[in-house]
C-alpha cells in the first residue's frame, strides 16, 4: 500500500506564528490528498481536499484563509496554519487514497502556545 | 451529512473476544473502514469490507455488516494488552473521502 509520511511529527510555537506541515506520499503519485484534524479523545474531522496543480476543497466551517493548503507535485501537500492560536492546537493527519483504500500519515502534533 | 455512531468505551479481560460495534446513516456507503489508534499515533487501517459483503475475516479480526440496519461490527479474537488503542469506524461513499465516528476506546486488562 501507499506510503505517507509527514514532517514535523510534533511542532511547538508561540501564538500568532505561522507553521507548514509537509504531506508527502512516498511511493505513489497522488492527486488528491486529504487533510484531518483530531481534538483529544475525538474523531477525526475532514478538513479539506488537496488537489494537485489547483485550489484545495475546504468543508464547510473551514477558514481557508487561515489552513492554506498547497498541492504542488503528485507526492507533496503541505498544510499552512497561519498566524496559529491555542485553539489551533491539534493532531493534524492526511492521507492519500489507493484504489478504495485510504492511507493515512502519521500525523502532526501542533501546540500552539 | 452522514453520521456515524459508536460507542465510546469497551473494557475486556485479556484472552476474552472484543466487539465494537457502528452505526451509520448514508445508504449510499460503498466502503466500510475500521482503524486502530495508539496513543499519540496515526491511524492504521485494520480492514475494511465492501457494502456488498456480509463477512469478512482476516485472523483475529471478523468484521460483520448488516447493510439493512446499517450496523458493522468489529470482532477481535483473543485480545490481547497490545490490542488496547481507540478503534475509529469509517464508511465511504467515494473513495478518499471518509466520515469517521467519535472512536471506541478499547482498555484490555490482564
Known sequence: GAVVSQHPSR?????????????RSLDFQATTMFWYRQFPKQSL??????????????????????F?????????????????????????????????TQYFGPGTRLTVL | G????????????????????CTYTDSSSTYLY?????PGAGLQLLTYIFSNMDMKQDQRLTVLLNKKDK????????????????????ESSDAGKSTFGDGTTLTVKP
Open chain 2, 2 to 21: 452522514e453520521d456515524v455512531e459508536q460507542s465510546l468505551f469497551l473494557s475486556v479481560r485479556e484472552g476474552d473476544s472484543s466487539v465494537i460495534n
Open chain 1, 11 to 23: 511542532v511547538i510555537c508561540k501564538s500568532g506564528t505561522s507553521v507548514k506541515i509537509e504531506c
Open chain 1, 45 to 66: 474531522m475532514l478538513m479539506a481536499t488537496s488537489n494537485e496543480g489547483s485550489k484545495a476543497t475546504y468543508e464547510q466551517g473551514v477558514e481557508k484563509d487561515k
Open chain 2, 34 to 38: 475500521w482503524y486502530k489508534q495508539e
Open chain 2, 71 to 90: 450496523h458493522l461490527s468489529l470482532r477481535i479474537a483473543d485480545t490481547q494488552t497490545g490490542d488496547s488503542a481507540i478503534y475509529f469506524c469509517a
Open chain 1, 68 to 100: 492554506l493548503i498547497n498541492h504542488a507535485s503528485l507526492t507533496l501537500s503541505t498544510l499552512t496554519v497561519t498566524s496559529a492560536h491555542p485553539e489551533d492546537s491539534s493532531f493534524y493527519i492526511c492521507s492519500v487514497t489507493d484504489a478504495n
